[in-house]
């Protein structure tokens, strides 16, 4: 089957749970909870810090349902976005997703790719840099075959870094004789910044849960799947970040957690010796490879919808005549995103993608609440729970992140916002009559 757009329904409900499982999980449960002790001294307020990442995570998928089966079409958070509030602001939004948020993301996870490569292979420093810029090539090269590749290789790389998790979870639980974590000490002053701090941090481990609305167009049974997608794959993933966080404490002391970066490694190598800690490199680097193929999957689907809505480059919104994939967006995407490898460190890349990512993510919640208000007869398949408290604690944690991510690096929050500002003279000068005229793009 194929959408009016050309885009073949290849999509299943079981796929996107993969899509969003294997996406969001990447380097961030290995790497994060470290950080976390660090900034909150307490047990019960790191693993607190973690149930909010997940609670909010599943409240942006919850409201992100209702749109996303009320305009099922390529484009996400894009289609929302132009619906609520016009197409420069969605404008804006697709152009920061190309320029910094979703090639930023796959730019981030291939800098981590190549640090734990690096751990497996001894490699020069630009050994490292041609690995990362290399999975981004071939993952790319992997999608221009169209959506069948692209999926398969995601449902594989999802059920395997699933499975690892879970082997590495009954691991460390299994272990005897562990250390009492007594880490109830209060954090030090200021307490809500050393919170919002330590949020930024989890909610990278959950970036990527959104992406899949990307993909809408290409459900068998849009309604109906990409909400469920988002759901499953939301309460998935807060289970599964709980679970690996338990087995972490449960072996590690409060200093050992807070002195490391790889709470998973140094919590296998406490457990079973350092020989072991390799396995947990391979898991990392599964994880890490399935994460940005979900982004390498989705970002294009973005795009497209851009260039077919006359506000983007016409070449985005062409399909290859035989795979159906946005082959140009695909491209496009891969090599920027493979230079962006070379600009700024993992946590310098993540600040930037998280602070700029959640101002649209806190807008395009509060859009359920102003269609809600402008067309209240659109059919609506699905309706967000607990409306409006549901997306207004989204909305009001969305501000909360972009603040605490200015308060704790302003001269990143600036970088970030100035990058996707340059985007309004783009699309005046070069999209805004092409926009109102809607011209569709002859598929090739």
Known sequence: MQTSSGLARNLTFRDGIAIVVGTVIGSGIYLVPGSVARQIPSMSLAMAVWVLAGLLTLFGALTLGELGAMYPGAGGLYVYLRAAYGRPVAF??????????????????????????????????????AAAILVVLLLTAVNCFGLRPGKLVQNLIAFCKVGGIGLLVVMLLAVKNHPRPAMDAAPGPPLVLAIGAALVAVLWAYEGWHVVSFTAAE??????????????????????????????????????????????????????????????????LTSIVGAINGMVLTGPRVYFAMARDGAFFRSFGKLNSVTRAPTFAIVVQGIWSACLTLAGTFQELFTYVIFTAWIFYGLSVLAVIVLRHRQPDLARPYRVPGYPVIPILFVLAALFIAGVTIANGPLHALYGIGLILVGLPIYWLSFHRAARMAEEVPVL
């Open 219 to 284: 459900f068998r049974d849009p309604p109906r799947d990409l909400p469920r997608s988002l759901c499953w794959g939301a309460i998935a993933l807060v289970v599964i970040y709980l679970s690996a966080n338990i087995s972490y404490y449960h072996v590690l002391t409060p200093a050992q957690l807070q002195a490391t970066d790889k709470a998973a490694a140094t919590a296998v190598s406490e457990a079973y010796g350092s020989a072991a800690t390799a396995l947990v490199t391979v898991l990392i």
């Open 92 to 129: 804006l939004y697709g152009w920061g997703l190309l320029s910094l948020i979703h090639s930023g993301s796959i730019a981030t996870l291939a800098v981590a790719f190549r640090l734990y490569l690096a751990q497996l292979i001894p490699l020069s420093d630009t050994l490292q840099k």
